[in-house]
């Protein structure tokens, strides 16, 4: 059963320490809806620590107040609240766990499908496009602070976590949070540009390296690219140069399954997947793999090398949509 925002708002009002985790590889709903709920705890008096194990990405780095999120320390502390946020998994929440030596009480907000519900007080809302979404309407409907630079924070959130209000997960309520937002100072246009079109030259010239080897099969119907640890090095590639990328080939109009494998330095091969039709639920084909995620959208970290991993993965999408459609 999830809590309600009042249970959750009540365990943190007795609390005075307070840690704030995201998930490894952190995507912007992840970082502004992190900074967001630590900027209104703050104001409150509270003492707020928000941690990612990969840190803060440089493309984020324009959001107001956004070195609050560090890496966790070594040295292990103790936090009456820990809030995980935007995580799936608490192994998704990497360092971060090893660094609260101990927590009185653990809070899960997420709007994962996979999220099987660990914490002491979860609240899952699988029909929020945004993690972001959430922490507003918690925020709004506990009457707690929202600072200007928490409210720009959510705004990026929500925007890149629903394709700049274009997938099928934007609601109404959406467009009516985004209204408000604006309207109580929020700049779109500025945080937009900062968004999309501000990218490094880097990331460019990536996508020139591997957009000509992008894969089309199944009848045009699955597409997919793939990015070596070479290619990371010899372009000095960051993590989050990466965000985005499956775009490019999820848009062709006759595709309905695309896919990225990228290969990560420790044998493993991570796998972003996005489906564009309800009947291929791409959750369900990534949990089998250890991972999870939307039906829509989900990914997974795969042991094995590139090419036997792209092949495995490709052969059970192929299955899905044989099955499915």
């Known amino acids: 059963m999830n809590a309600s925002f009042h249970e959750i708002a009540g365990a ?7 840690v704030i985790l995201s998930h ?13 709920l630590a900027l209104s705890l703050q ?29 966790p320390p070594v040295e292990p502390q103790d936090f009456e609240i820990a809030i995980a946020l935007d995580t799936a998994s608490q192994q998704r929440l990497g360092s971060t766990r090893g660094a609260i030596r101990r927590a009185e009480k653990w809070i899960n907000i997420d709007h994962h499908a ?9 609240h ?18 506990e009457n707690l602070p929202l600072t200007d630079e928490g409210a720009d924070a959510l705004y990026a959130a929500i925007s890149t976590d629903t394709g700049s ?17 604006i309207a109580g100072g929020v700049n779109a246009g500025a945080i937009s540009k900062k968004l999309y079109e501000s990218y490094p ?12 080897q992008a894969s089309f099969d199944a009848g045009d119907k699955v597409a997919s690219m793939a990015l070596t640890n070479e290619t990371k090095k010899r372009l000095s590639i960051h993590a989050d140069d990466i965000d985005g990328l499956i775009d490019y080939v999820r848009c062709v109009d006759t595709v309905i399954v695309a896919l990225f494998f990228e290969e990560l330095p420790e044998g493993r091969i991570r796998v972003s997947m996005r489906s564009k ?17 939307h039906p829509r959208a989900a990914g997974a970290r795969i042991r094995g090398n590139l090419e036997e991993v792209r092949s495995k993965v490709l052969k059970r999408v192929f299955h899905e949509i044989a099955e499915s459609l």
């Open 24 to 36: 490894v590889r952190p995507d912007c709903d992840a970082l502004g809806s992190q900074l967001a």
């Open 114 to 122: 996979s999220n099987p519900g660990y914490g002491d007080l979860v």
């Open 12 to 18: 943190i009002s007795r609390a005075n320490r307070v």
């Open 165 to 181: 209000f274009r997938y099928p997960n934007t609601t109404a309520r959406t467009f009516e949070i985004a209204s408000e937002l």
């Open 124 to 141: 899952i809302d699988t029909g929020a496009p945004a993690t972001g979404q959430i922490i507003y309407e918690f925020l709004r409907a």
């Open 201 to 212: 030259k880097r990331r460019v010239q990536l996508l020139g390296q591997i957009l000509p």
């Open 43 to 71: 104001h409150l008096g509270k003492e707020v620590s928000a941690w990612n194990e990969d840190g803060l990405p440089d493309s984020y780095r324009f959001l107001r107040k956004s070195d609050l999120i560090v890496r």
């Open 277 to 293: 039709d309800d009947r291929v639920d791409v959750n369900k084909i990534c949990c089998e793999f250890g991972g999870g995620g």
